[in-house]
């Protein structure tokens, strides 16, 4: 598929009514500064559809985005990042609790981790939460380009010894090449697909 009709909806300090929700959600979770919002101008082809910044944390609400009228991508704040209080990081922790418990359409989870190093104890808990509440993902190993492809092996074998997955369940991401672009609308599709076969079934139920 192609996206060709992206737009920034809202953003919110936590999960509440907005436009259009109802429809399927695919959030996107990840420390600081791992390329979130760059993964999702170039997943978009927009450059400055989700503001990008050198400085992590620059994602501190929910950002709502409307993906073809179909699927509404949610990006989440940056985990992680030490240089904010404790009472910031427990304010971020709880907005993301808070959208993981009250979405009722949350259908998948991008969880992107840096490539480049092991994931760190943030990323880990992250996958766990994830596992624990039964909450479908992918992971998503960003900044692909920053490494040689003969050490990529060794760096996707160190995430998954980390994260509990095997290495086709690992997408290797460059927001710079366009690599893993592919695979990942492949997943927006399919999602929205789904949804829409749920969607209709349960009317024919009816």
Not at 39 to 62: D, H, Q
Not at 73 to 80: A, C, K, N, Q, V
Not at 87 to 98: D, I, L
Not at 136 to 150: G, L, M
Request: with cysteine; charged share 30%; aromatic share 6%.
């Amino acid at each position: 598929m192609e996206i060709n009709r992206v737009s920034f909806v809202t953003s919110m300090d936590r999960y509440r009514d907005y436009p259009g929700i109802g429809l399927p959600e695919m959030a996107v979770a990840g420390k600081s500064n791992v390329g979130k919002s760059s993964m999702i101008n170039c997943l978009c082809r927009r450059r400055k559809l989700a503001k990008t910044s050198s400085t992590p944390g620059k994602t501190r609400l929910l950002n709502v985005f409307d993906i073809e009228g179909r699927l509404r991508l949610i990006d989440l704040p940056g985990y992680g990042f030490a240089k904010v209080d404790k009472g910031e990081k427990q304010k971020w922790a709880r907005m993301m609790e808070g959208y993981f418990a009250d979405s009722s359409t949350l259908r998948l989870v991008l969880h992107l981790v840096d490539i480049r190093h092991e994931p760190t104890q943030d990323d880990r808990d992250m996958t766990g939460f994830l596992r624990a509440y039964g909450i479908p993902f992918t992971i998503i190993a960003t900044k692909a380009d920053k490494i040689s492809r003969a050490a990529r092996m060794r760096h996707v074998t160190a995430i998954c010894r980390a994260l509990q997955v095997q290495p086709w369940e690992v997408i290797p991401w460059s927001s710079e090449t366009g690599e893993g672009r592919e695979a990942v609308l492949a997943i927006l599709e399919k999602t929205m697909a789904d949804a829409e076969a749920e969607g209709m079934a349960a009317l024919e139920q009816v």
